[in-house]
């Protein structure tokens, strides 16, 4: 079985044309991963033109996650019934039309609508695409190629603050959006011919469309009411209604998948051995580090007066701290297991938070988040360990496509806690900086928990060898 249970693709081309189907479905999935962290940087100048209240911005952010996210597995399915080559081309169709009308929009509600209109095709595509990868390689070619699929994750979020702030201070924001469009009407065009000879499998399964609708809309109200909270309070009835209401669809959804007879998810997967910790893991540690980026960002353009360009500059030794963690943490948990990792990696991010949190100026901004992208960059590569090293390899696929999914819903859930948390500081141009400080004292309580909670959930000793160390 492949990723989210896809059905196999048998190559009868040549493979220089293997290697140009992965180049291309490699930059495919690279502009969907820069979109997470392309707009943050840009978020300021987009609400100044459009008018946006805080609340709207923070939509901008999260309603491209919480459908990415929320509907990947959905999607997975699709791709089984349909063939992963056509949900393919019908999700990059959907995401570069939609990339097309969020540069257009002229007000907020268009906006938001081209990022969720965005958000559906990322979620068709990205695990259609990543099928046609495992699928198409074999032996040590498939490691060669999974390996290029897994610096995407890390090297587009870093990208993405650095393009955003470039594009942003030089033809305008509406080009972090219009920029996906030669990419993806190439990749359209080239791709039919990279994959021509290959026989797509199709599945007799059906998806389980009432699955997805619940955890998206579970997610989408929790978000909601944690938005809600940064003008209604914690305790208002905007907050815990909706926030209610959340609970209430999770465990809807979890009833459906114990009885449904073609579940989105196998709930036995998820609560099978490390796999909630490695899950937890992820979640906890794409909130802090997208949450970071999001209040970085205001903080810089707001209190700083830093230009967008200058802002995505600055951005740059977290970029590096975030990969560096990551590639130290690969080596270290070998020889240190993943339990000691995966505390150290969550202390040094509370630490660095603290430190943010407490020197108040660009530079200590920098250096504190910097480290605090270091040791979450070391709690990916924990999250992913744990979670897949004692999955069994036919499971492997779908696990991951779990694991994928905690990761753009928890930056969903990081923006939208992170702007309630520092609204004061987020309403205009030379606000308070206590919002700030709150956000970032509050990512460093977080992941003490999250600390201590690793202490106990992963699993003690070294992971097996060949388990997966990096995954988007």
């Not at 999607?75 to 039309?97: I, K, M, P, S």
């Not at 690969?330 to 603290?354: M, S």
């Not at 200590?364 to 480290?371: A, K, Q, R």
């Not at 753009?408 to 806690?417: D, F, I, R």
């Amino acid at each position: 079985m492949t990723s989210h249970g896809l059905h196999p693709v048998h190559a009868a081309a040549p493979p220089a044309r293997r290697w140009l189907a992965l180049g291309l479905l490699g930059a495919a999935q690279f502009m969907l991963i820069l979109d997470i962290t392309v707009v943050n940087v840009a978020l300021p100048d987009i609400g100044a033109d459009l008018g946006l209240t805080r609340t709207s911005v923070t939509w901008v952010v999260t309603t491209y996650t919480l459908l990415f996210g929320g509907l990947m597995l959905l999607g997975g399915r699709l791709a089984d019934l349909f063939g992963a080559h056509r949900v393919l081309y019908a999700g990059l169709a959907t995401f570069t039309v939609a990339s097309l009308l969020a540069g257009l929009a002229d007000e907020g509600t268009l906006l938001i609508a081209g990022r969720a209109a965005q958000g559906v095709g990322a979620a068709l595509m990205s695990p259609a695409a990543l099928s046609i990868v495992t699928t198409t390689f074999t032996g040590t070619e498939r490691h060669k190629a999974l390996g290029v699929w897994g610096m995407l994750g890390g090297t587009g979020s870093a990208i993405g603050v650095l393009l955003g702030g470039a594009l942003t201070a030089g033809p305008g924001w509406r080009w972090i959006f219009f920029i996906n469009l030669p990419v993806g009407a190439s990749v359209l065009i080239l791709l039919p011919y990279a994959l021509r000879g290959f026989r797509f499998i199709r599945s007799d399964e059906r998806p389980d469309l009432p699955g997805a609708l619940l955890i998206t809309a579970a997610t989408g109200a929790f978000i909601y009411g944690l938005t809600n909270a940064g003008d209604d309070g914690w305790t208002g009835g905007r907050t815990l209604l909706p926030i209610g209401a959340a609970v209430l669809l999770y465990a809807g959804f979890w009833f459906w998948q114990r009885t449904a007879r073609q579940p989105l998810v196998d709930l036995r997967l998820l609560m099978r051995g490390a796999m909630p910790a490695g899950a937890l893991l992820m979640l906890v540690a794409t909130a802090l580090l997208v949450g970071g980026f999001f209040i970085g960002s205001f903080w810089l353009q707001h209190i700083r007066g830093y230009s967008a360009l200058s802002t995505g500059l600055a951005f740059l030794p977290i970029a590096v701290a975030t990969i560096a963690g990551a590639h130290t943490a690969g080596r270290a948990i070998d020889h240190a297991g993943g339990r000691l990792v995966g505390v150290a990696g969550l202390l040094l991010a509370a630490a660095g938070f603290a430190v943010a949190a407490w020197w108040t100026s660009t530079l200590g901004l920098i250096t504190g988040v910097s480290l605090a992208a270091a040791g979450l960059g070391a709690t990916f590569v924990t999250a992913t360990t744990t979670a897949l090293a004692h999955v069994d390899p036919h499971r492997a696929g779908v696990a991951s496509g779990v694991l994928n999914t905690f990761h753009e819903l928890g930056a969903a859930v990081g923006v939208a806690a992170t702007s309630s948390i520092a609204a004061g500081s987020l309403v205009a141009t030379g606000a308070t900086t206590a919002g700030f400080t709150h956000g970032l004292t509050a990512g460093a309580i977080v992941a003490v928990v999250a600390a201590a909670a690793a202490a106990v959930l992963v699993p003690a000793g070294k992971p097996p060898a060949g388990s997966v160390r990096h995954v988007h």
